[in-house]
């Protein structure tokens, strides 16, 4: 059954038809056009699905879009949005050349973010906890927890 239901997205109000039983990761890709957040699992296992929900990093390949109306929802494109240059956080990854095929960057970056928000200065072990739910198949955990721990010492521009 279709409804209208109002999803606030990177800080854009869109009203759009769906089943609200759809999961918000398709909505957000075939409504809205975003491409960060990837389809991996779909058992809320493997992380690519992240995004922001009103600030805490939240899977979206199983959840119906229907509960996400009325709340803020964040995803990787808008992270370097202004003047077109990178977050802090990309900047690191890239520094730190922290992917591979790429797959898993957008649950990495997300579980980052989060952790960051919170916590400006984590130790090793919180970031190793923050990122241990996303799946990297190509094995590359230790750039990004180098990453995480290059973009906390730049914390003030997060």
Known sequence: MMKKIELEVNGRKKTVEVDPEEPLLYVLRE???????????????CGACMVMIEGTATYTCRIPSGQFEG??????????????KLHPLQQSFFEEQAAQCGYCVNGMLIAA?????????????????????????????????????KAAANSSNL
């Open 113 to 149: 973010l989060d952790l960051l928000r919170k916590n400006k200065n984590p130790t090793e072990s919180e970031i190793r906890e923050a990122l241990h739910k996303i799946i990297c198949r190509c094995g590359t955990h230790s750039r990004f927890i180098k990453a995480v721990k």
């Open 71 to 84: 709340q803020k929802i964040e995803t990787i494109e808008n992270l370097s949005i202004n003047d077109n």
């Open 31 to 45: 409504d809205f056009g975003l491409n960060g957040p990837k389809f991996g699992c779909g058992l809320h296992q």
